[in-house]
């Protein structure tokens, strides 16, 4: 771009003005070309600066501070006080261990099912675009919707799924006021809705996978499992990566589905035991229930680092690795 | 010249997308600070916020003011959960700005606006027309300096309501005078019954009651202080209503006589339909609740007797705007929508029972019978309770999670096998947290 923009000719237009002008002109066109490409993006970087970064510092404004809703004027300065008595307050570990824990019964069956999907998928099928859009329908229901569903099929005297265990001869499950029962009920929402989703992303990388490599990986005598262990895995990795990531981001922003699975104040505290609260919805009872909202923002933060944290050690990781294969 | 004229495009594109975000930066700091309401041509425009089935639009009773007054015109926006309306309620209230000339309040959130928010309220309390109110109503909304920031709508007034024909079969009278007998004066006369209930009952998965909470809340409704003292402390740990209600509901919670349901959760519904409890402590408005989650195959089963004391659970007010340009047409109307008449229509037609001293002799409300619960005496019923109440109530600003807070903690002793003292120490260390 810079060779053509020295040796291109003036613009017609400007022929009959003087050098000045012609400066002035050649100037307007270096604008136009160094400057056009950073006008372009600005509508985005507003809207960002608007609704993403401006609520992000005040956030963090807010949490160094003591504020209720009802009288969000008088704000008084508290310093890291709030994140030190979240990070002393028990509920806040608590809430950290039911999102990891919820987070892997979700996140970890729900990847290797839609691995194994998605391998099914990629066989000749008849009808396969049914079978695909079939997987995706879950992903197009709404939360809200799904999460109704699930809390009535989980429900302890008339739900379905105890009526189903108490005719094979099982007693009846109190789903919501036992944890672990609560946090797999929890996951199973989450797995249903995501699974398909997931099946449909390894699928596309799967057939993006060249077929004389598994030509050649048959004509070495590989068999079906090493073909999927050995050539499928490697060439789907970037996308597992991908969705590995997605669903940790996922995961630890957890909060409609546990809300809506107790519904009124037990969805708000995560279960009068606070058994399946995540940090979402700890965020939600101290903003939204308490009107704490110098508390709200430091648990905000708190997960806002959390996630970079991750990711960072995820990178570190990644590039040890690679460091040490090379 | 093709690559000028592409060029030209690029700038004009260019500027096009600056000026663009520079709208889109700027249109964020628009003004709109009126409340919607104004004259205008002749014609008033008054705009009301309210909250779930106030029953001030549902009944009708808007329109009729509107024709009336042809030249009134008024728009009421209704919210249909109170926890969402409250919340827009105090943003708007912080920006003075988005508020309507005239808000619903909600009982338990009445001292957190009188303590923090009276000065965007019109005082109402020389208000002409407003002096037939149960004693206790208008004392929950006028702070120490005498301002009243709301004028009385709905009351909750409570009753039992209970299934005769478990009744009978566990070998209980089952005519209501009889019934409200059982238990007349005292809330532990009503567990006792329930433990005759347990022995007595032989037909299969049937509990006492619906939830603990509800006999927790029934207790504590009943008496002038809760939670707080007058001076705005809190006091539940040594206020001996709190203290004798946990015991006997967490008395009623671990010894099995509740069906261990949240009480408008998930569970209740199918628990009324299906007939899986025998009692539930239910406020006047809850009747309309039951008969139509109980359906029509359980008409006639249900009945209703007095509780051992009167009390109020839940009621509403009607605030005018400080704001407000129409504070004086406002004013007028709100006074006629909780005037006695009105309130004795809204009970009619809805169930909403009145908070005026005077509606409780209207003839609607003393001849009223429910044909669903027996053809019991409603209006007589509730309004016995609601003359039981003691002449003042002190609220306080966290009422509403606190009473969360207890019902959760007495669900830790149903549910979750905890003891009494642990959940006890539980509710306390929530408490602490929710108000500090």
Request: glycine share 10%; with cysteine.
């Given at each position: 771009m810079a060779s053509h923009t020295s040796s291109a000719p003036p613009p017609a237009a400007d022929k009959n003005a003087g050098p000045g002008a012609d400066r002035r002109a050649g100037l307007l066109h270096r604008l136009d070309v160094r400057g056009a490409p950073y006008a372009f993006v600005v509508p985005f970087f507003a809207v960002f600066a608007a609704f993403s970064f401006y609520p992000l510092v005040y956030t963090a404004w807010i949490s160094l501070h003591d504020v209720d809703l009802a009288t969000m004027d008088i704000m008084e300065w508290v310093a890291f006080d709030n994140y030190t008595d979240l990070l002393t307050d028990e509920r806040f570990w608590n809430a950290l261990l039911n999102t990891v824990t919820i987070g892997v019964f979700s996140t970890v069956p729900q990847l290797l099912m839609a691995l194994g999907l998605a391998h099914l998928l990629?066989?000749?099928?008849?009808g396969s675009t049914f079978f695909r859009v079939a997987a995706l329908t879950p992903y197009a229901t709404s939360v809200g919707a799904a999460a109704l569903v699930f809390t009535m099929l989980f429900e302890r005297d008339f739900g379905m799924i105890n009526w189903a265990l108490g005719a094979v001869g099982f007693g009846e499950i109190d789903w919501e006021n036992h944890k672990w029962a609560a946090q797999l009920a929890i996951s199973s929402i989450v797995i249903w809705r995501w699974t398909g989703y997931n099946a449909l992303l390894y699928l596309a990388a799967m057939q993006a996978i060249p077929r004389d490599r598994f030509e050649a990986a048959a004509i070495d005598g590989a068999s079906r499992w090493q073909q999927f262990l050995k050539v499928t895995i490697p060439g789907i990795r970037p996308t597992i990566v991908f969705t590995i990531v997605l669903s940790t981001i996922g995961a630890t922003q957890l909060f409609g589905e546990p809300l809506i699975f107790g519904q009124g104040p037990n969805g708000i505290s995560g279960g009068a035991d606070n058994q399946y609260q995540t940090l979402g919805l700890l965020l939600y009872e101290e903003g939204?229930?308490?009107?704490?909202m110098g508390r709200a923002a430091t648990v905000a933060w708190v997960m806002f680092m959390l996630l970079i944290i991750v990711f960072v050690l995820q990178r570190l990781l990644s590039r040890w690795r690679s460091a040490r294969t090379s | 010249m093709k690559k000028t004229r592409k060029l030209m495009r690029t700038r004009g594109a260019a500027v096009v997308s600056v000026v663009t975000a520079l709208g889109l930066l700027t249109a964020c700091g628009g003004e709109s600070g009126g409340t919607g309401g104004g004259t205008k041509d002749g014609k008033t425009t008054i705009t009301m916020g309210l909250f779930g089935v106030m029953g001030i639009k549902e009944s009708g009773i808007l329109d009729e003011y509107q024709k009336q007054h042809p030249n009134v015109i008024i728009k009421a926006d209704i919210a249909g959960d109170e926890q969402t309306y409250y919340t827009a309620l105090q943003t708007h209230m912080t920006a003075n700005s988005g508020l309507k000339d005239i808000q619903g309040i909600e009982i338990g959130r009445a001292k957190e606006l009188l303590d923090t928010r009276a000065d965007r309220f019109v005082d109402l309390s020389k208000l002409p027309g407003t002096d037939h109110f149960l004693p206790w109503k208008q004392s929950q909304v006028t702070g120490k300096d005498g301002k009243v920031i709301g004028v009385g709508t709905d009351t909750g007034p409570l009753a039992v309501c209970y299934r005769k024909d478990y009744f009978e079969q566990a070998g209980l009278p089952t005519d209501r005078e009889a019934v409200a007998e059982l238990w007349a004066g005292d809330w532990k006369k009503y567990v006792e019954v329930g433990k005759q209930f347990k022995a007595g009952y032989k037909g299969g998965k049937v509990a006492y009651m619906d939830a603990s909470s509800g006999l927790f809340n029934a207790m504590i409704y009943g008496?002038?202080?809760?939670?707080?003292d007058k001076s705005g402390e809190l006091i539940y740990q040594d206020n001996p209503t709190i203290t004798g209600a946990w015991d006997l509901a967490s008395e009623a919670a671990a010894s099995g006589l509740s069906a261990k349901l949240r009480q408008f959760q998930a569970g209740w519904d199918p628990g009324l339909a299906n007939g899986t409890f025998a009692t539930a402590v239910c406020p006047a408005w809850m009747l309309a609740h039951i008969s139509e989650k109980a359906g029509p195959k359980n008409s006639g089963k249900w009945d209703v007797a007095k509780a051992p004391k009167g009390a109020s659970w839940g009621g509403s007010f009607l605030g005018v705007m400080e704001?407000?340009?129409?504070k004086e047409e406002a004013k007028k109307l709100v006074a006629w929508l909780t005037a006695p008449e009105q309130q004795a229509r809204i009970f009619e037609s809805l169930g909403n029972f009145p908070s005026s001293q005077e509606a409780l002799t209207a003839p609607e409300v003393v001849n009223m019978k429910s044909e669903y619960f027996s053809g019991a005496p409603i209006g007589q019923i509730f309004a016995a309770a609601a003359e039981d109440m003691p002449k003042e109530q002190v609220l306080g600003p966290k009422d509403g999670t606190i009473k969360d807070i207890f019902s959760q903690a007495l669900s830790l002793i149903e549910s979750s096998g905890k003891s009494a003292d642990e959940a006890w120490q539980t509710a306390g260390e929530r408490i602490d947290k929710a108000v500090g």
């Amino acid at each position: 771009m810079a060779s053509h923009t020295s040796s291109a000719p003036p613009p017609a237009a400007d022929k009959n003005a003087g050098p000045g002008a012609d400066r002035r002109a050649g100037l307007l066109h270096r604008l136009d070309v160094r400057g056009a490409p950073y006008a372009f993006v600005v509508p985005f970087f507003a809207v960002f600066a608007a609704f993403s970064f401006y609520p992000l510092v005040y956030t963090a404004w807010i949490s160094l501070h003591d504020v209720d809703l009802a009288t969000m004027d008088i704000m008084e300065w508290v310093a890291f006080d709030n994140y030190t008595d979240l990070l002393t307050d028990e509920r806040f570990w608590n809430a950290l261990l039911n999102t990891v824990t919820i987070g892997v019964f979700s996140t970890v069956p729900q990847l290797l099912m839609a691995l194994g999907l998605a391998h099914l998928l990629n066989y000749r099928l008849r009808g396969s675009t049914f079978f695909r859009v079939a997987a995706l329908t879950p992903y197009a229901t709404s939360v809200g919707a799904a999460a109704l569903v699930f809390t009535m099929l989980f429900e302890r005297d008339f739900g379905m799924i105890n009526w189903a265990l108490g005719a094979v001869g099982f007693g009846e499950i109190d789903w919501e006021n036992h944890k672990w029962a609560a946090q797999l009920a929890i996951s199973s929402i989450v797995i249903w809705r995501w699974t398909g989703y997931n099946a449909l992303l390894y699928l596309a990388a799967m057939q993006a996978i060249p077929r004389d490599r598994f030509e050649a990986a048959a004509i070495d005598g590989a068999s079906r499992w090493q073909q999927f262990l050995k050539v499928t895995i490697p060439g789907i990795r970037p996308t597992i990566v991908f969705t590995i990531v997605l669903s940790t981001i996922g995961a630890t922003q957890l909060f409609g589905e546990p809300l809506i699975f107790g519904q009124g104040p037990n969805g708000i505290s995560g279960g009068a035991d606070n058994q399946y609260q995540t940090l979402g919805l700890l965020l939600y009872e101290e903003g939204w229930k308490f009107y704490h909202m110098g508390r709200a923002a430091t648990v905000a933060w708190v997960m806002f680092m959390l996630l970079i944290i991750v990711f960072v050690l995820q990178r570190l990781l990644s590039r040890w690795r690679s460091a040490r294969t090379s | 010249m093709k690559k000028t004229r592409k060029l030209m495009r690029t700038r004009g594109a260019a500027v096009v997308s600056v000026v663009t975000a520079l709208g889109l930066l700027t249109a964020c700091g628009g003004e709109s600070g009126g409340t919607g309401g104004g004259t205008k041509d002749g014609k008033t425009t008054i705009t009301m916020g309210l909250f779930g089935v106030m029953g001030i639009k549902e009944s009708g009773i808007l329109d009729e003011y509107q024709k009336q007054h042809p030249n009134v015109i008024i728009k009421a926006d209704i919210a249909g959960d109170e926890q969402t309306y409250y919340t827009a309620l105090q943003t708007h209230m912080t920006a003075n700005s988005g508020l309507k000339d005239i808000q619903g309040i909600e009982i338990g959130r009445a001292k957190e606006l009188l303590d923090t928010r009276a000065d965007r309220f019109v005082d109402l309390s020389k208000l002409p027309g407003t002096d037939h109110f149960l004693p206790w109503k208008q004392s929950q909304v006028t702070g120490k300096d005498g301002k009243v920031i709301g004028v009385g709508t709905d009351t909750g007034p409570l009753a039992v309501c209970y299934r005769k024909d478990y009744f009978e079969q566990a070998g209980l009278p089952t005519d209501r005078e009889a019934v409200a007998e059982l238990w007349a004066g005292d809330w532990k006369k009503y567990v006792e019954v329930g433990k005759q209930f347990k022995a007595g009952y032989k037909g299969g998965k049937v509990a006492y009651m619906d939830a603990s909470s509800g006999l927790f809340n029934a207790m504590i409704y009943g008496d002038s202080q809760q939670f707080y003292d007058k001076s705005g402390e809190l006091i539940y740990q040594d206020n001996p209503t709190i203290t004798g209600a946990w015991d006997l509901a967490s008395e009623a919670a671990a010894s099995g006589l509740s069906a261990k349901l949240r009480q408008f959760q998930a569970g209740w519904d199918p628990g009324l339909a299906n007939g899986t409890f025998a009692t539930a402590v239910c406020p006047a408005w809850m009747l309309a609740h039951i008969s139509e989650k109980a359906g029509p195959k359980n008409s006639g089963k249900w009945d209703v007797a007095k509780a051992p004391k009167g009390a109020s659970w839940g009621g509403s007010f009607l605030g005018v705007m400080e704001k407000s340009p129409v504070k004086e047409e406002a004013k007028k109307l709100v006074a006629w929508l909780t005037a006695p008449e009105q309130q004795a229509r809204i009970f009619e037609s809805l169930g909403n029972f009145p908070s005026s001293q005077e509606a409780l002799t209207a003839p609607e409300v003393v001849n009223m019978k429910s044909e669903y619960f027996s053809g019991a005496p409603i209006g007589q019923i509730f309004a016995a309770a609601a003359e039981d109440m003691p002449k003042e109530q002190v609220l306080g600003p966290k009422d509403g999670t606190i009473k969360d807070i207890f019902s959760q903690a007495l669900s830790l002793i149903e549910s979750s096998g905890k003891s009494a003292d642990e959940a006890w120490q539980t509710a306390g260390e929530r408490i602490d947290k929710a108000v500090g």
